[in-house]
């Protein structure tokens, strides 16, 4: 595994998944570097569905490092979901205050939003009649939130 390159088709530890609203890419949250250290970048990886059975276009997404107080730190994506814009909404945590909690990411790939949570975020998803209200799993609580988002729906 320490050889793989950034865009190959692997993945070092596959955790939450989603599909975008049109199913075309597949997001794959990989906690590898919990596992294989600096050998695995913490990312969220996203492929283009080809069909019911094949996959092409490996690449990084989304990076879960950030700067916490001018520090950069580098956190997990566990569960993630989408919302009908086409929004990565993440559970992040493994890093403390200023990270911990849910990270947004635009169709690009870049963080558009946070909620912070006192506590890892380890699940999460929309729900409600709108489905406009978000639940976030932690460590020892559940949350729930109202956004101005809609998380996508699939049949």
């Known amino acids: 595994r320490a050889g793989m390159q950034q865009g190959s088709e692997e993945i070092y530890k596959p955790n939450g ?19 294989y ?17 094949r996959l092409s276009h490996g690449r990084d997404y989304a990076s879960m490092t950030l700067a916490v107080d001018g520090v950069e730190r580098q956190g997990f994506a566990d569960g993630i979901r989408c919302d009908t814009d086409g929004n990565i909404w993440s559970s ?11 990270h ?5 790939g870049e963080r558009v939003g946070q909620i912070l949570l006192p506590e890892i975020c380890a699940n999460l998803c929309f729900g409600g009649v709108k489905r406009n209200r978000l639940f976030m799993t932690a460590s020892q609580s559940l949350y729930a ?11």
């Open 104 to 108: 947004v990411f635009n169709p690009d």
């Open 17 to 35: 998944l989603c599909f975008s609203p049109d199913y075309k890419p597949i997001y794959v949250a990989d906690t590898g570097a919990s596992h």
């Open 37 to 53: 250290g600096a050998a695995a970048p913490a990312v969220i990886r996203a492929w283009n569905v080809v069909d019911e059975q």
């Open 92 to 102: 992040a945590g493994w890093v403390g205050e200023g990270y911990d909690g849910v």
């Open 145 to 155: 939130a109202y956004t101005h988002s809609r998380g996508a729906h699939f049949c």
